[in-house]
């Protein structure tokens, strides 16, 4: 099996060639932390761990792997993120999460997201997120 490595090439997933340069972007946009806790531990080599992670999960749109869709999100806070756990509002620069006793309800964002797409997290709020704050402005 083919190797695919190098920035230029980036990880293929199904079907779709990800661009490992839009993703890091968005990741040095979002201030290299995860936006959400400030997590931003290294491996061994000094490669960040953080993950970059799309805002509006439509994969089959020319613009899903853009680094205005990607925010950098910890392994933990990406999981919770894409199964709708918990969803970010711009305009308050807040997290909320579904179970409002979580230490994230209410939390103010520590990394950046001013480089997304403005509605990107409306989406996610609207189509992703599970919790109270789904169809009710706040
Ligand atoms: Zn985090």
Redesign the pocket.
């Known amino acids: 099996m083919m190797e695919l490595t190098g920035p230029a090439i980036g990880r293929r997933m199904g079907s779709i060639l990800r661009d490992k340069r839009q993703s890091d972007k968005g990741i040095e946009l979002s201030g290299s932390v ?1 936006v ?2 400030g ?1 931003a531990k290294k491996d061994p080599f000094g490669n960040l761990l953080l993950h970059g992670a799309h805002v509006r999960g439509l994969e089959n749109v020319k613009d899903y792997d853009r680094f205005d869709n990607i925010i950098a ?2 392994p ?2 990406h999981v919770e993120f894409d199964r709708g756990n918990l969803c970010i509002d711009f305009d308050a620069q807040v997290c909320w999460h579904i179970n409002k006793s979580d230490e994230m309800h209410g939390k103010k964002l520590i990394g950046k997201i001013v480089h997304v797409q403005r509605g990107y997290f409306e989406y996610h709020r609207v189509h992703v997120f599970k919790g109270a704050q789904k169809t009710t402005r706040l």
Do not use: I, Q, Y
């Open positions: 995860c959400l806790c997590w999100l910890c933990n806070h």
